[in-house]
């Protein structure tokens, strides 16, 4: 049980962090004709949607109450 308070703990981290940190994301656009190779590489910073956060919050959440009630006589 202690294994789902922990994974609790960082998916819900990993919710909080989604709302502030944008996740980074590179396209590469090349073309090859004959021995000529032509590219362009774009890169762009965007955040998660908050229905994506949101979840996971929600996720690690239920997580951590599941691994926090352990058996207890």
Same mark, same amino acid.
């Given at each position: #049980?202690?294994?789902?308070?922990? &994974?609790?703990? =960082?998916?819900? +981290? %990993?919710?909080?962090?989604?709302?502030?940190?944008?996740?980074? @994301?590179?396209?590469? @656009?090349? #073309?090859? !004709?004959?021995?000529? @190779?032509?590219?362009? *590489?774009? *890169?762009?910073?965007?955040? =998660?949607?908050?229905?994506?956060?949101? !979840?996971?919050?929600? =996720? +690690?959440?239920? %997580? #951590? #109450? &599941?691994?926090?009630?352990? @058996?207890?006589?």
């Amino acid at each position: #049980m202690k294994a789902f308070l922990a &994974a609790g703990l =960082v998916v819900l +981290g %990993l919710g909080i962090l989604s709302f502030f940190v944008p996740v980074p @994301h590179r396209e590469d @656009h090349s #073309m090859t !004709v004959g021995d000529l @190779h032509l590219g362009v *590489q774009t *890169q762009s910073s965007e955040r =998660v949607s908050p229905t994506v956060s949101i !979840v996971l919050i929600l =996720v +690690g959440a239920g %997580l #951590m #109450m &599941a691994g926090g009630r352990g @058996h207890r006589s």
